[in-house]
C-alpha cells in the first residue's frame, strides 16, 4: 500500500503498484526481453530471431547455428544472470528452438 507522506523511491512505488493491479510477474516477465541484449551481449543479441516469455520459460530462436549451439551449453549461466538482472526467479527456464 503507498503511504502519503513517506518518501519513496520511484521504483519501489512502481513495484507496489504493480502488486496491486497484479500485473508484477507480466511485467518482469517482460522486462526480460530488454535486458537480453545486456546479459548476452550485442553479437548474440544480433543473432537472435525471436524471444519471447510465457509462463517462466523463456523461449529463444537463433538466426545461428553456432550461437544457438554455444548458448545451449551455458544456458543455465544465462537463466542465472537473466534472473540476478531481474532481481527474483523470472525465468525458470530457458529453451532454445
Do not use: C
Amino acid at each position: 500500500m503507498i503511504h502519503r507522506g513517506k518518501t519513496q523511491q520511484l521504483d519501489e512505488v512502481v513495484g507496489q503498484v504493480l502488486k496491486q493491479l497484479g500485473i508484477e510477474k507480466q511485467y518482469k516477465e517482460h522486462r526480460v526481453l530488454s535486458v537480453w541484449p545486456e546479459v548476452v551481449g550485442q553479437m548474440i543479441a544480433s543473432r537472435t530471431k525471436q524471444i519471447y516469455v510465457a509462463d517462466g520459460k523463456l523461449f529463444v530462436t537463433f538466426t545461428s547455428a553456432v550461437v544457438r549451439n554455444e548458448i545451449a551449453l551455458v544456458k543455465e549461466g544465462v537463466q542465472k544472470a537473466l534472473n540476478d538482472k531481474m532481481g527474483g526467479d523470472v525465468i525458470r527456464e530457458i529453451i532454445i528452438k
